[in-house]
């Protein structure tokens, strides 16, 4: 019903940047937020960054001030600008699409792989 593809993952040096994409298809509801999440091999997963339906954005201490997240809900997409990337970012990043109210969602992409080196 409702499916997450990212793009835009690959392999920079250490104060490169990337841009992920994630699109939403067969979303017809709103009230939902999206958001990045990354897990590194042997860790938990991480919240990256947020976007709420009002368009309230939230980021993890550690990215803050280098990465961007924005959200175009006319297109149903969300996109993370990486700035100023160091090699702790490398892990995968995964797209998510959460709705807390009835019928609720909590959806995952597959993941977009980013390798930093250094």
């Known amino acids: 019903q409702v499916e997450l593809v990212e793009s835009g993952g690959g392999l920079v040096q250490a104060g490169g940047s990337l841009r992920l994409s994630c699109a939403a298809s067969?979303?017809?509801?709103?009230?939902?937020?999206m958001g990045w999440y990354r897990q590194a091999p042997g860790k938990e997963r991480e919240m990256v960054a947020t976007?709420?339906?009002?368009?309230?954005?939230d980021y993890a201490a550690s990215v803050e001030g280098r990465f961007t997240a924005s959200r175009d809900n006319r297109k149903d997409t969300l996109t993370l600008q990486m700035n100023n990337l160091r090699p702790e970012d490398t892990a995968v990043y995964y797209c998510n699409l959460r709705r807390k109210v009835t019928p609720t969602y909590n959806y995952w992409g597959q993941g977009t792989q980013v390798t930093v080196s250094s």
């Open positions: 067969e979303l017809t509801l709103s009230n939902y937020a």
């Open positions: 976007v709420t339906s009002g368009g309230t954005l």
